[in-house]
């Protein structure tokens, strides 16, 4: 079964750093696009960034564009979401997910963490 | 950018019932539309991709249709494990979901 578990969400001061990591298990990384979604509390889903296979493509929604770096590391099974600058509307559930071969939608999820900016 | 609006926002709706939820796009974004159902407190679930394709293990009760602009998701007899919020999203140009329908009951 196709598994995502993230880890490395907090609290954080407005302007501070956080670095998000997703293990992946159950399929062939190596393969598959991913990408992360974030949900504000009580809010919709938004994208945030997604990456290709081999990391040589990366796509931002425009809110986090110079700010947020996606990457992954294929020998680990990994995806990372190195986020900095933070501010107060970034506060979110980030969730990692894998992309459908046929395009960016997503069809498997991590059970999400939370990311707190405040101070 | 493309920006997605569902609507209703909220649904009430009793079990047995057909309900119908649409999404609509700022412009044309062919069939790349994908609808997923969320419970409080967990991720979300893929329900169809290219506006009308069953995802593997969902319910027949669940159906999509439509194109270009105008979509929509059905659920034809309402089931109590239905009660959920859900969305649409486009994968025409990156993805942007809509804020999202919660089916609640009357």
């Known amino acids: 079964d196709v598994r995502l578990v993230e880890s490395g969400g907090g609290l954080v001061q407005p302007g501070g750093s956080l670095r998000l990591s997703c293990a992946a298990s159950g399929f062939t990384f190596r393969s598959f696009w991913m990408s992360w979604v974030r949900q504000a509390p009580g809010k919709g889903l938004e994208w945030v960034a997604s990456i290709k296979v081999d990391g040589t493509e990366k796509y931002y929604v425009d809110s986090v564009k110079g700010r947020f770096t996606i990457s992954r590391d294929n020998a680990q099974n990994s995806l990372f979401l190195q986020m900095n600058s933070l501010r107060g509307e970034d506060t979110a559930v980030y969730y990692c997910?894998?992309?459908?071969?046929?395009?960016?939608?997503?069809?498997?999820w991590g059970q999400g963490t939370l990311v707190t900016v405040s101070s | 950018d493309i920006q997605m609006t569902q609507s209703p926002s909220t649904l009430s709706a009793s079990v047995g019932d057909r309900v119908t939820i649409t999404c609509r796009a700022s412009q044309s974004i062919r069939n790349y539309l994908a609808w997923y159902q969320q419970k409080p407190g967990k991720a979300p679930n893929l329900l169809i991709y290219?506006?009308?394709t069953l995802e593997s293990g969902v319910p027949s009760r669940f159906s999509g249709s439509g194109s270009g602009t105008d979509f929509t998701l059905t659920i034809s007899s309402l089931q109590p494990d239905d009660f959920a919020t859900y969305y649409c999203q486009q994968y025409n140009s990156f993805a942007s979901f809509g804020q999202g329908t919660k089916v609640e009951i009357k």
């Open positions: 290219r506006a009308s």
């Open positions: 997910t894998r992309d459908r071969v046929t395009g960016t939608f997503f069809d498997s």
